[in-house]
Nanobody, 124 residues
Framework: QVQLVESGGGLVQPGGALRLSCTASGRSFGSYAMGWFRQAPGMERDVVAT????????YYADSVKGRVTISRDAAKNTMYLQMNSLKPEDTAVYYC?????????????????WGQGTQVTVSS
């Protein structure tokens, strides 16, 4: 089992940047494919980006492609989401998720472990 803790959210102006972190407790971090999801008020939770167990395969939602980079550091048991050129429509609670798999799925119901979420607000 793994516990996930997100950090790095906050208030940023349009065009600004944030780096979210998701730190996993326990061993076998390398066994988990992982993803970032977000949920805006009144909306469903949607995938933002995913990364395979090895880190070699990534996926980005069209809405963030070119502005966001997902990465992971096995030595730190941490996954990151670097977000640049932020827009007001990026405002949401961001969640990290993990599942024991090689490749990361796109649908939230396929993930077994979730963090508590971190708020990102993009506003002037």
């Amino acid at each position: 089992q793994v516990q996930l803790v997100e950090s790095g959210g906050g208030l940023v102006q349009p065009g600004g940047a944030l780096r979210l972190s998701c730190t996993a407790s326990g061993r076998s971090f390398g066994s988990y494919a992982m993803g970032w999801f977000r949920q805006a008020p009144g909306m469903e939770r949607d995938v933002v980006a995913t990364i395979s167990r090895t880190g070699r395969t990534t996926y980005y939602a069209d809405s963030v492609k070119g502005r966001v980079t997902i990465s992971r550091d096995a030595a730190k048991n941490t996954m990151y989401l670097q977000m640049n050129s932020l827009k007001p429509e990026d405002t949401a609670v961001y969640y990290c998720a993990a599942v024991i798999a090689l490749f990361a799925p796109f649908r939230e119901y396929e993930y077994d472990y979730w963090g508590q979420g971190t708020q990102v607000t993009v506003s002037s």
